[in-house]
């Protein structure tokens, strides 16, 4: 079957680093994507990894394995306003998306 | 622009009851989709469209019917709600003809059927 897991929830201090991790097995590849949701919003699109290594959006990176069917998130330098969910999702060999669960985020003062 | 605009934001249904989830996008956006979220899971793809009168199904297609016969709309039918159909449902538009592309979602819609 297709899996995607990611942490149920994590928590980081203020102005800190912390790194979002998902591992998954799924029927063929056709891109790794990564959105943020904040509690009672719509999910938001932050990054996407087709080949290995790492993409550097601003605060946000996201790397990618693909002989490891790993990846991750790294939100730097923390605000109070990444407290979200973070949500993992990859493109199969159809081009249809499987989800992870997704990772709360508490960011602590 | 308003992007992908979902309505109702809440709804109680009673069960067996029906009713239509609205989604419209103003993006000129080939793909729409459903999704519902519950907790502990991941999003579930209900059904899909990659064009104007082309549909097909998700992951969770059951209870649930669609019809696109514009661009813009992609309503979702509950024909005769159960209370297993309680979740928040998602609508969501991307660029292109397949889920291959970074989708927008609409603001949600959280139905509870009693």
């Known amino acids: 079957g297709q899996n995607i897991d990611q942490p149920t929830e994590m928590t980081a201090t203020e102005g800190a680093i912390v790194q979002i991790n998902c591992t998954y097995q799924?029927?063929?590849?056709?891109?790794l994507f990564w959105y943020q949701q904040h509690a009672g919003e719509a999910p938001t699109f932050l990054s996407y990894?087709?080949l290995d290594g790492l993409e550097e959006k601003g605060r946000f990176s996201s790397f990618l394995s693909r002989s490891k069917g790993y990846s991750y998130l790294l939100l730097k330098e923390l605000q109070m306003k990444d407290s979200a969910s973070y949500l993992c999702?990859?493109?199969?060999?159809?081009?249809?998306?499987?989800w992870g669960a997704g990772t709360k985020l508490i960011i602590k003062p | 622009n308003a992007g992908v605009t979902q309505t109702p934001k809440f709804q109680v249904l009673k069960t067996g009851q029906s009713m239509t989830l609205q989604c419209a996008q103003d993006?000129?956006?080939?793909?729409m989709s459903w999704y519902r979220q519950d907790p502990g899971m991941g999003l579930r793809l209900i059904h899909y469209s990659v064009g104007a009168g082309i549909t097909d199904q998700g992951e969770v297609p059951n209870g649930y019917n669609v019809s696109r016969s514009t661009t813009e709309d992609f309503p979702l039918r509950l024909l005769s709600a159960a209370p297993s159909q309680t979740s928040v449902y998602f609508c969501a538009s991307g660029q292109g003809n397949s889920g291959a592309n970074v989708l927008t979602f609409g603001a949600g819609s959280r139905l509870t059927v009693l």
């Open positions: 990894n087709v």
């Open positions: 993006m000129n956006h080939e793909y």
């Open positions: 799924t029927s063929g590849f056709n891109g």
């Open positions: 999702a990859v493109m199969d060999s159809n081009y249809q998306l499987i």
